[in-house]
């Protein structure tokens, strides 16, 4: 089990959370300008790496407050937590 910690309530329970896919995923600007394939690609096209990965979640049952978080996908170690709105300073080895 994971302990995240949220931005507002501190380290808590995996199971708290909801996991809402990659994080920085800019919307189209005009959506209904694109092409089905377009769209499709903005809706279900996501990296898929192994590595550092930065991450969308939500705390379900606390404060109900979306954050990022930097993640493994190996490891599951978690190397930062931030809140929706900050970019973090890029880091050697990606993300």
């Not at 990659?22 to 590595?51: C, M, T």
Request: with cysteine; net charge negative.
């Amino acid at each position: 089990m994971l302990l995240i910690e949220c931005p507002w309530c501190g380290p808590r329970d995996e199971s708290e959370f909801s996991y809402g896919g990659e994080a920085h995923i800019a919307r189209p600007v005009e959506p209904d300008a694109l092409s089905d394939e377009q769209w499709a690609e903005y809706l279900f096209a996501r990296k898929n790496p192994k590595g550092w990965h930065r991450e969308q979640w939500l705390h379900a049952h606390g404060c109900r407050r979306w954050f990022n978080v930097e993640r493994h996908t190996v490891s599951y170690e978690i190397r930062r937590v931030y809140r929706m709105g900050q970019i973090p300073a890029t880091t050697e080895e990606g993300a």
